[in-house]
């Protein structure tokens, strides 16, 4: 699967895999600077890694909420973070045509969780013949993710990926199934962990998220025990004053010491 992503480094490792960004595309600069320091740290540490950002978001809870400098300028500069870092990028999509049009600049289309029963959407997605990365919906049994894996690979399309990302429990708290990572890999797909948005605290009456950064080394190690593929964390290098997800999302400069830690458990169950 990783082999059909352009540009992923480490295939040979028997490391898993990386994904991981700021949670939408801020400015040219910092996404650039959070791309570059996350390539130099997955090179050395021999972690396969594929950017992420959102280059819109369109599930904000509250209407005043940041949602992105523009498409077309966000998607630009995910267009030269690959170009001129040579690393594969993923971004979110949400409507169906928005597929075939951020396929012209990504190598992975995600499916937001709240979005992964979406008929159109999964087809647009599958009919770009680009990996397509679905996130598990917080109100689905993890068995449930079969027929998504169907809408994709019912268009020809193959490349497809699952993501755990914690199932609601109550109105404002996730919990992390960790069966559901060996039932989603009954699909023949690889299966990710999203750590940082499985530490959400959603639906909180100020209408910002909340989240329990605290607990990200705890869920990631969790995950790399019970046999994830891949680890997907939303970092940035300031997260109080990131302009979405920012409670819940990785300090950058704690990414590395993390990601060694995670070897470490990765190595002791091979």
């Known amino acids: 699967m990783l082999s059909n992503i352009p540009n992923i480094k480490h295939t040979d490792s028997t490391n898993f895999f990386l994904i991981a960004g700021p949670c939408i595309v801020e400015s040219e600069e910092m996404t650039m600077a959070i791309a ?73 289309l ?24 679905i996130k598990k919906g917080q109100f689905l049994a993890p068995d449930s993710m079969k027929f998504a894996v169907d809408k994709v690979r019912g268009t020809g ?23 559901g990572i060996g039932v989603m890999k009954q699909n023949n797909c690889p299966v990710i962990l999203d750590v940082t948005h499985s530490l959400q605290q959603p639906n909180q009456s100020s209408g910002v998220t909340g989240g329990r950064p605290e607990l990200i080394e705890t869920i990631a190690k969790a ?4 046999g994830a593929d891949g680890i997907f964390i939303e970092t940035h290098p300031d997260p109080k004053n990131a302009l979405s997800d920012g409670a819940n999302m990785l300090q950058l400069d704690l990414l590395e010491e993390l990601l060694v830690k995670l070897i470490r458990v990765r190595n002791s169950i091979l």
Request: aromatic residues 8%; proline residues 3%; positive net charge.
């Open 36 to 108: 570059k320091r996350v390539q130099e740290i997955t090179d050395r540490l021999r972690i396969p890694f594929i950017f992420k950002a959102s280059y819109r978001k369109a599930n904000r809870s509250r209407m005043d909420s940041f949602t992105g400098i523009g498409d077309e300028p966000s998607l630009m500069i995910l267009k030269k973070i690959k170009e001129s870092l040579k690393v594969p990028v993923l971004t979110d999509i949400h409507e169906s045509d928005e597929a075939a049009f951020a396929a012209q600049v990504v190598d992975v």
């Open 110 to 133: 995600q499916i937001p969780a709240f979005l992964c029963r979406q008929t159109d959407l999964l087809v647009a997605a599958g009919k770009t013949g680009k990996v397509v990365n």
């Open 157 to 179: 399309n193959n490349n497809v990926m699952l993501t755990e990302r914690g199932s609601m429990f109550g109105y404002q708290d996730l919990i992390v199934d960790y069966r």
């Open 223 to 226: 995950g790399i025990a019970v």
